[in-house]
């Protein structure tokens, strides 16, 4: 299969616009297995994480209610809510564009077929930037089975997001 060939085939819009696509099918391939591990993880480590969660939200809920204060408005129910499911999957889909766009174009950028880019935006979405934007407890609040789980599905948003833009370039769309 090719890797990227919608950059010279279609023009970086395509490339992007598959990418955003792709991303959005990561999330909810990273949601189905993030979901299966937390069902099925120990119960006194489920109660630290809801402990440690921000407002006991989870980090996009946690967006929208501060995108929502910001123009004067409140997110009825808090959670879940269909602004802060919106988050969630842009949080899969913006980067997936800039992936798409890159994927063909910069040495690396696919490199693990995806897997490497999926640890990158555990590392910097859930380990560095929530936490400094106030939208997660640092890490240490969190058990490292809320970690292993968000790497373990971040790495699956990856490969699927890789393995959906392949799909989209052999196709030719």
Do not use: C
């Not at 023009?11 to 909810?28: D, E, F, L, M, N």
């Not at 402990?51 to 995108?67: E, N, T």
């Not at 970690?147 to 392949?166: E, F, P, Q």
């Amino acid at each position: 299969m090719s890797r990227g060939n919608g950059w010279k085939s279609r023009g970086p819009t395509a490339s992007a616009v598959k990418g955003a696509i792709a991303g959005g099918a990561g999330v909810w391939v990273m949601d189905q297995v993030g979901w299966g591990m937390y069902l099925r993880e120990d119960p006194q480590a489920l109660e630290r994480e809801k402990r440690a969660r921000v407002g006991g939200k989870d980090v996009a809920h946690v967006a929208a209610g501060k995108l929502a204060a910001a123009v004067g408005r409140k997110l009825t129910p808090a959670q879940p809510h269909p602004v802060g499911i919106a988050v969630h999957y842009a949080l899969g889909v913006v980067p997936g564009a800039l992936y798409g766009l890159l994927r063909g174009r910069v040495a690396g950028i696919g490199a693990g077929r995806g897997l490497l880019y999926g640890a990158v935006l555990f590392l910097l979405n859930d380990e560095i930037l929530a936490p400094v934007l106030g939208l997660a407890s640092g890490p240490t609040a969190y058990p490292w089975q809320a970690h292993a789980r968000g790497l373990i599905s971040h790495v699956v948003l990856g490969a699927a997001t890789d393995t959906v833009l392949d799909v989209l370039d052999s196709t030719g769309a």
